[in-house]
């Protein structure tokens, strides 16, 4: 059992939760009952009530008046409008990166991260997913657009989850997923400016597999 004993009841409770969702110790469409957690985090309801406020707002979970509230599931239309909308944020970002010049720092932060995601591809699903996610977010982080990183980073744990719950639903193909990443970087090292956006829609914009 976690007990929260600090101050700041609601904001711990939201942290918890959070990454209880993100690390799948929540499964997908999974009920979450506010006397359970009330007891599991020794907490009254209101607190943990107002937590899942919070995380109904991130897109975490769903929140039905006379149902409750569960972890968030992903229809086909879902995914795809949530890759679209990752896709046109990378898009966009790179563009801004190419009219300031950034786009060696790109690079090279790009090939670190591709190294960290091929030592990740014997890892779980959920290490490999974040090592890929650090790959994707490295576009946007580069334009040092703090108003765009923030709209970014606000679909990144919903977009993670879309990884996870994609991987579970087809067979993962992690070679092909680093593939595509160094197909990207090597596009961007080559300046080829139509091949990098044809390759980010490919990467981005798919439709989810059917279970």
Request: a negative charge; one cysteine or more.
């Amino acid at each position: 059992m976690t007990t929260v004993i600090r101050s700041g009841f609601r904001k711990q409770a939201y942290d918890l939760l959070r990454e209880r969702i993100l690390n799948q110790e929540y499964a997908f469409g999974e009920r979450l009952n506010i006397d359970i957690l009330s007891r599991e985090l020794s907490i009254s309801n209101n607190p943990i009530r107002e937590a899942l406020t919070m995380l109904e707002k991130d897109g975490l979970i769903t929140m039905t008046p006379n149902v409750g509230s569960k972890v968030i599931e992903f229809t086909t239309q879902s995914f795809h409008e949530l890759t679209q909308t990752i896709m046109l944020f990378i898009a966009g970002a790179y563009e801004l990166c190419r009219e300031d010049d950034k786009l060696d720092q790109m690079v090279v932060r790009m090939e670190e991260a591709l190294e960290a995601q091929k030592k990740a591809e014997n890892g779980t699903d959920l290490e490999f997913a974040r090592a890929a996610l650090r790959f994707d977010e490295i576009t946007v982080k580069v334009t040092e657009n703090d108003r765009l990183i923030r709209l970014f980073d606000s679909q990144m744990d919903v977009f993670q989850l879309a990884l996870l719950y994609d991987y579970q639903n087809r067979e993962m193909n992690r070679a092909g997923n680093i593939a595509e990443h160094e197909s990207i970087l090597n596009a961007i090292k080559q300046r080829d400016h139509k091949q990098v956006r044809r390759l980010l829609r490919k990467h981005y914009v798919r439709e989810i597999a059917e279970s």
